[in-house]
C-alpha cells in the first residue's frame, strides 16, 4: 500500500505553506505559479530542481564589503542566510538546515569556520541523496571527528561520545535497540582516526591510522566480528529500529504531529528500498497532514530569510549574525549535539529576537515624511497596503480584523492638520511590523 496523498484543492495558500515548509516562503508571485503545476508538478519542481541560480546581488557587509565566511566573526552565518535568501533551489537549502539540526555540530567545539563550510558543503552535496552515503561521509568528516571526539578515539583509550551519538542521535533513538555495551563497543569498531590539528593549523591531514585501531572481536547487535568504522555505520543503518526512527525524525521537520501508523509503515517500506531520501520527502510533501495538519512554528533562518526573500532585500548588513543569537538560532552554532529544540522557538526568551529581526528587515524601506502624502488616509487602504508589501501572504480574517482596527484607532487620533499626514506613513510602518510578527507570519 502506497503513501496516502493530498487530494484537496492545491490554490495559493497550500502552496504558500508548501514553500514554508519545504523552503523558506515564497518570492512575490511564487505562490501563484508553484499552484498553477498542481501538487505532484509543484512538489517535484522542489525535489528535482534546475541547477542553481542565485538571484539578487552578492551579500555584503555594512561597509558595502564581500563577506569573508571563513573567516570574520558572523559571516558564516551571513554566507549562509543569503543561499537561503537568494536559491532558486529552496528544498535543497532547506533540507541542509534539517542535517545541520540532524547531525548537529558546533563552531563552538569545533574551532574552524572552514572545517563547518566544509562539513556544510558536505550536507548540500547529499541532501537528498542516499543516507548511507550521507552516514559514512558524516562519520569522518573533519568537523565531526573534532566535534564528536573521532580524533581521540585510539585503542588504548576508547571515547565514546560519537558512539553513542550514532546510535541515539543519528539512527536508531536514545534507548532503542542498543545498550552500553553496544556504546563500548561501537567505540572500539570507530577507533583509529587522527589529525595534525590545531586551532589556526594549515596542513590539518585527517586520516586513519591502522596502528591506533583496535582490530580485536567486537559484539554489536549480538553480532560478533572484527568490526571497523564502515561495520560500525552499516550495522546502524540495518538495525531494525533505523528505518521507523528515520521516518518519524524526518516527518518532525516537516509535519508537527506524528504519522499514523499506516503512513509510517508506507514511509518506512520506501525508505527500505533503498535508502533514499528524496523518495521519503517526497511523498511527505504530498501527504495530506502537510495541507490540512495544525500550523508550524518557523525557525527563526527560515523566518528571517523569508521575510528578505519576500521584500526583496539582500544581505547588507552583518547584524543578521547577533540577531540571530537574540531569536535562538545561529546558524553552524547549534545549542548541543541535539541540535535546536523547536519546542522553544517562540517564547519570552526568543521572541524579543524575532521582533528585532521583522524591524531590521524593513527599517531600511521604511516610509518617511516624504512619501506621507502619497499614502492613503483610509485605514483599510494603508492595511491593504502593508499586506502588499509582504508579497500578499494569506492571512486569517481575525489578523486582518485586527490590522484594521489598530489603523482605525491610529488614524482616528490624527486631530490636527500635520497628525493626518505624518500619521499616515507611522501607521503604515507599523502595519508593516504588526504583520510581519503575526502568528500569520511567525508559523506556517
Request: proline letters at 6%; charged letters at 25%.
Amino acid at each position: 500500500m502506497g503513501v496516502a496523498a493530498y487530494r484537496g484543492p492545491f490554490g495559493r495558500e497550500q502552496a504558500e505553506r508548501l514553500l514554508w515548509r519545504a523552503g523558506f516562503g515564497p518570492r512575490p508571485g511564487e505562490a501563484e505559479r508553484l499552484a498553477k503545476l498542481g501538487l505532484d508538478g509543484a512538489v517535484l519542481s522542489l525535489t528535482r530542481p534546475k541547477a542553481e541560480r542565485y538571484v539578487g546581488p552578492a551579500p555584503r557587509d555594512d561597509r558595502g564589503r564581500a563577506l569573508a565566511p571563513a573567516d570574520a566573526w558572523g559571516h558564516d552565518h551571513l554566507w549562509w542566510l543569503d543561499r537561503m535568501v537568494r536559491t532558486s533551489r529552496p528544498l535543497v537549502e532547506r533540507m541542509t538546515l534539517v542535517w545541520h539540526d540532524w547531525f548537529a555540530t558546533s563552531l563552538a567545539g569545533v574551532g574552524s569556520q572552514k572545517l563547518m563550510l566544509n562539513q556544510n558543503k558536505l550536507l548540500r552535496r547529499l541532501s537528498l541523496g542516499a543516507f548511507d552515503a550521507m552516514l559514512r561521509e558524516i562519520t569522518t568528516d573533519p568537523a565531526m571527528l573534532l566535534w564528536l571526539s573521532g580524533t581521540q578515539n585510539t585503542k588504548w583509550s576508547p571515547n565514546e561520545n560519537y558512539a553513542r551519538e550514532l546510535m541515539e542521535l543519528f539512527t536508531l533513538g536514545a534507548g532503542r535497540g542498543y545498550t552500553e555495551r553496544d556504546v563500548r563497543e561501537q567505540a572500539r569498531a570507530l577507533t583509529g582516526w587522527a589529525s595534525d590539528w590545531r586551532r589556526g593549523a594549515g596542513n590539518v591531514n585527517f586520516r586513519f591510522e591502522r596502528e591506533r585501531h583496535d582490530t580485536g572481536t567486537k559484539r554489536i547487535f549480538g553480532k560478533r566480528g572484527d568490526f571497523d568504522w564502515q561495520d560500525a555505520v552499516r550495522l546502524c543503518l540495518r538495525h531494525p529500529k533505523h528505518p521507523s526512527f528515520f521516518v518519524e525524525k524526518l516527518w518532525g521537520y516537516f509535519v508537527p504531529v506524528g504519522p499514523d501508523a499506516g503512513t509510517r509503515r508506507s514511509l518506512e517500506a520506501l525508505y527500505r528500498k533503498d535508502f533514499q531520501i528524496r523518495p521519503v520527502v517526497e511523498a511527505i510533501l504530498r501527504h495530506p497532514a502537510l495541507y490540512t495538519g495544525p500550523r508550524m512554528v518557523k525557525p527563526p533562518a527560515v523566518y528571517t530569510a523569508g521575510l528578505l526573500r519576500a521584500i526583496g532585500r539582500p544581505i547588507d548588513t552583518a547584524s543578521w549574525s547577533w540577531l540571530a543569537g537574540m531569536a535562538g538560532q545561529r546558524l553552524f552554532m547549534p545549542p548541543n549535539v541535539s541540535g535546536w529544540d523547536d519546542e522553544r522557538w517562540l517564547d519570552t526568551a526568543t521572541f524579543r529576537g524575532r521582533w528585532e529581526v521583522a524591524n531590521y528587515a524593513t527599517r531600511v524601506v521604511s516610509l518617511t515624511d516624504k512619501q506621507a502624502a502619497a499614502l492613503p488616509a483610509e485605514p483599510a487602504a494603508l492595511v491593504d497596503g502593508a499586506i502588499e508589501f509582504w508579497g500578499s501572504p494569506t492571512l486569517r480574517p481575525e489578523t486582518r480584523t485586527a490590522l484594521l482596527a489598530f489603523a482605525r484607532k491610529a488614524m482616528g487620533d490624527a486631530d490636527a492638520r500635520w497628525k493626518k499626514t505624518s500619521y499616515r506613513f507611522l501607521t503604515a510602518n507599523a502595519l508593516r511590523q504588526l504583520i510581519a510578527v503575526s502568528p500569520d507570519l511567525q508559523t506556517c
